[in-house]
């Protein structure tokens, strides 16, 4: 082999070692393609030279440290209680039970031994045990199974708890009823327009006469109930402002959507709304407006968190609020104030974005728990069947006698000939329990990071409001609108434009946002104990008003 060839294999090893990093590179290569031993080759093999205040085996102790300390915090904290409302083990043919896509009775009423199977394999948990649940169409369960996952981060979902939601007879469960009915007849009104239509008027008249609705006004129909949600517009900022996207050939997205026409209501036989029970493929189909539309009514919202992905809306929320600046960081960052470092890996960009998604399945594992391990609570329409077979005269049931007598059931009868709640989507509910709903929890997690990172009495710059038709934006000059605030509203947006849809009671909600909040704060709480900055923890203001620094 000649001089020059025996150099050039040299040269080339030494590129290809440094290439892999180093000396420990070069034992991965030597190992790999079959070179002599590092010690022929007399190459030392001492460790790489690195800096910082710890050596590698005081980090790997640390790094063993902060996982263990965050495992015992957490299973150090009192055992929940997970009270039921006693529904189940009160009504033997379980009306107020979630049952969809097992076989029924004429009446919508479940079959005993497949509620049972139901039952038995939530009980083991044997994966075998739910494959052995009977099917009265085509349609699936939705990943029962999820309920018995852990999560390694923040508290297990097993270690959450919500109250037990309001009973099949009360009065409670009358007026979410009745709101969702009413939000069904009012589908297609402009949210502008609440103050001057004769059905919103009648709407607020009515529900007032339920003593959860007692304090409802034209003003607050169907919205939250947090800090900034009765401000302003019905739809948050976030909803309507166009969205920075990265390097796109379109500098902003615009937030104009494919809606459904006007009147395009769903499960109003009840030969469908049978069929669909027992989960057999509906026959009709949601018919698009061929021009896409700004978000301006119920019908408009339904359907955007119908084909939204589990946190676009945070996710567009998190970008729009970037694009702001510094002045919409929250002051707690450690990183605001520094004359010599920015945030990026922590407290920036990439943390923020990280934490929405992160936080997402979290939320979720823990909303599974409670819908299929404890509460497994009755979907609207499937009440609404019994409704109609109670007004009917084809079953007694012991439904609130003010639903029975709200305006909105005879209404929907000069409508439709029946009491079945209206549905914006062909195929109803989800086939998994309603309490608490998942898009609320994932609202209530995503707002709430949302809310720790960004300066909640920020100012939305240059607002604005859709025009009726929902094809146009026009600026908005009211009451300032806060990123508090419109955060709030857009969890609100997001969670009870699923009741508008008819597929969701207002308690899930208000309740699922809160079981999300509490796992994006178990969360946060197990990664402050991880920055190097220094740093006095998130604060935010959480849904019912209070502040907490965590």
Known sequence: MSEKHVMSRKTNRRKFLGRVGGVSGAAVAANIIGWPSLSLLGIATAEAAEIGPVTAEQRADQAYNVRVAAALDQRQQPLPSHPTNGDEELYANKIAN????????????????????????????????????????????????????????????????????????????????????????????????????????????????????AEVTIGTLFRGSSPGDDIGPYISQFLWKDIPYGSTALTMFTQRYKVPLLNNDHMTAYSEWFNVQNGIPPSTAITFDPVPHYIRNNRDLGEWVH????YQGFLNAALILLSYGGAAVD????????????????????????????????SLKASWYQKWLVHRRVRPEAFAGNVHNHKVGAASYPIH?????????????????????????????????SYPAGHAAIAGACATVLKAFFNESFVIPEPVAATDDGLLLLPYSGAPLTVGGELNKLASNISLGRDAAGVHWRSDGIEGLKLGEAVAISIMRDFRRTYNENFNGFSLTKFDGTTITI
Do not use: C
């Open 98 to 213: 979630y049952s969809k896509a097992l076989p029924h009775s004429s009446l919508g009423e479940v079959n005993l031994p497949s509620y049972n199977a139901l039952i038995s394999a939530l009980t083991t948990g044997n994966p075998t045990d739910f494959e052995l649940i009977p099917k009265g169409g085509t349609a699936k369960q939705a990943n029962p199974q999820a309920a018995f996952t852990f999560e390694l981060e923040g508290a297990d979902s097993h270690h959450l708890s919500i109250p037990a939601p309001p009973t099949y007879n009360s009065e409670a469960q009358g007026g979410e009823m009745a709101e969702d009915y009413w939000q069904a007849l009012t589908r297609d009104i402009p949210f502008s327009q609440y103050g001057l239509n004769p059905l919103t008027t009648q709407a607020v008249t009515d529900l007032a006469r339920f003593s959860n609705y």
């Open 307 to 310: 084909t939204d992905f589990t």
């Open 401 to 433: 006698q003010k639903l029975l007598n709200s305006q909105a059931l005879s209404l929907l009868f000069l409508k439709n000939g029946n009491y079945l709640l209206p549905m914006a989507y062909p195929e109803g509910s989800p086939t998994h329990p």
């Open 331 to 362: 002051s707690g960052n450690p990183n605001r104030t520094s004359q010599t470092q920015g945030s990026f890996i922590t407290f920036g960009g990439p943390h923020i974005l990280d934490w929405v998604g992160r936080v997402t399945n979290a």
